[in-house]
């Protein structure tokens, strides 16, 4: 019901007494679709415009970041509000400010809209919407017109239970000056809604800015259950598919042709057997049918029969590892059935809280997952408050040499060998301390063949002079220019590793 005439008209009417002579000082948005109007009273506008949601709030208080947050209409900030006033029947509010200056808040569901005009002239708008200037133009020309039937808002449900003759023009003036008085209420349903109190109530300021409130946490809460609800679905959908699956690998593996047998009569039927034989045809032993057997290129008999041993070995370790990981996937189901029995009987984000500390297995998976995704692909030391950085493998000293460095940045390499490229990360205005130097080139040779030899030469350059090509294999590269340091037994290194 917060878009509802009667609404829009009762918090008009508040504006009018509450905000018409004070300045605008600034009208930003940092959130999508989100406007906020702050005036010189400290009171401010929040007004939603997204295609979910739309509403028109007065806020007693709020903190703006400095972060993603754009001022907007700056041709009305410090300017004076004249008055405000709803459209008749409509649900757009119209903000008068000095110097012939209007914002337009248009509160039409998913078409909702701020816009900006002077002097009658369409001049910006907070979302970018095709029409919006056709609109105003429709608006601003639309001749006053005394409706036959009654308007549309006073169909609205909430209006018809209260029973109030709202037929004639007459009846409905008469019970728009009652709710523009104290009459609001708000309430804490699923979907929390703004609703009339008759004879008891708020007034409207007071009445949106708690629905608010309440509306914002309710979302909150319905948009993480409904997140937890689809995942361990999801998770409950996915391990009884595994179990459909192992069943049907096993059932597979259990009816399949031994392997074991098949070498048992190869070796059995050797005499038959000749080099460039692709098949060998005898009479199946266990059977006594004619049976073709498949030959691998280029086997001796008796590997041939060992290769269908190993077959069998390998086929009988999988049929293992299949039941065990049915076992493991059946013994898991009840708990997470269990588990999502319970998440169906939550209602409020305090029943969620206690779900998720009495659950958190179910939870910690995902945790693990992004944490595992953030981890880096090279390793990281500390010394002196200088960040050392060594590769882990060939792919890993690529991504370190070309993303996790910078030119100024100090390269290091065991010269003319295979090893892990070390970055020392430069601080800008300070040089290379030595000591620095020399542990980030013994990790260079510990991280290398030559760990355990003395002297090994060691190249240092500038990140700048370090260059690879596509064709080059992963953690190859060419140095432009470089020195070569000799440093001693890596053994000084324990402070570090």
Request: proline share 5%; with cysteine.
């Amino acid at each position: 019901m917060h878009l509802t005439y009667p609404v829009f008209y009762a918090l008009s009417h508040w504006m009018n007494a509450t905000l018409v002579g004070s300045r605008l000082l600034d009208a930003f948005t940092q959130k999508k679709d989100e406007l906020m109007l702050e005036f010189s009273t400290g009171t401010y506008l929040r007004i939603q415009c997204g295609a979910a949601q739309q509403f028109v709030v007065p806020v007693s208080a709020f903190s703006r970041t400095n972060q993603n947050s754009v001022s907007l209409f700056p041709e009305i900030h410090r300017k004076l509000l004249l008055r405000t006033e709803v459209l008749k029947d409509d649900r757009v509010i119209k903000m008068e400010f000095e110097d012939a200056f209007c914002l337009w808040l248009k509160m039409f569901g998913n078409r909702s809209n701020v816009l900006l005009t002077s002097k009658g002239s369409f001049q910006n708008s907070f979302l970018k919407k095709k029409g919006e200037e056709d609109w105003i133009q429709q608006v601003q020309n639309k001749p006053v017109q005394v409706l036959s039937v009654p308007p549309a808002w006073t169909r609205h449900p909430d209006l018809i239970a209260l029973n109030y003759p709202l037929h004639t023009e007459e009846e409905r003036i008469a019970f728009l000056r009652i709710a523009s008085g104290p009459v609001w209420g708000y309430s804490e349903v699923e979907k929390p809604e703004i609703i009339l109190q008759l004879p008891e109530g708020k007034p409207i300021q007071e009445a949106l800015e708690a629905w608010i409130r309440i509306r914002l946490s309710r979302d909150a809460f319905n948009q993480e259950y409904q997140g937890l609800v689809s995942s361990l679905t999801s998770h409950l959908g996915y391990l009884n598919s595994s179990v459909h699956a192992l069943d049907k690998a096993i059932s597979q593996m259990k009816h399949e042709r031994e392997e074991e047998e098949l070498g048992h009569l190869i070796l059995a039927n050797l005499h038959l057997i000749s080099p460039e034989d692709e098949v060998l045809s005898c009479v199946d032993a266990y059977s006594g049918k004619p049976i073709q057997i498949p030959l691998k290129k280029n086997l001796s008999p008796a590997a041939q029969a060992d290769w269908y041993y190993r077959k069998s070995r390998n086929r009988k370790a999988e049929l293992e590892r299949c039941q065990n990981q049915q076992e493991e996937i059946r013994l898991k189901l009840p708990s997470v059935e269990r588990a999502l029995e319970a998440l169906q009987k939550v209602q409020s984000l305090s029943d969620l809280r206690q779900w998720k500390k009495a659950h958190a297995q179910w939870i910690q998976p995902n945790r693990a997952k992004s944490t595992e995704e953030k981890s880096l692909p090279w390793k990281e030391f500390k010394l002196q408050d200088w960040i050392i950085r060594v590769g882990k493998d060939a792919r890993s000293n690529d991504q370190l040499t070309l993303k996790g460095s910078k030119p100024g940045d100090l390269w290091l390499h065991v010269k003319d060998y295979s090893g892990s490229h070390v970055i020392i990360r430069q601080k800008h205005g300070v040089a290379y301390p030595e000591e620095v130097i020399q542990k980030a080139a013994g990790l260079a040779v510990w991280f290398s063949p030559r760990r355990n030899h003395e002297l090994v030469a060691v190249s240092v350059c500038d990140r700048k002079h370090v260059r690879k090509n596509k064709k080059m294999p992963p953690g190859a590269v060419t140095l432009e220019r470089y020195q070569t340091i000799l440093v001693n037994s890596p053994a000084q290194l324990k402070d570090l590793l």
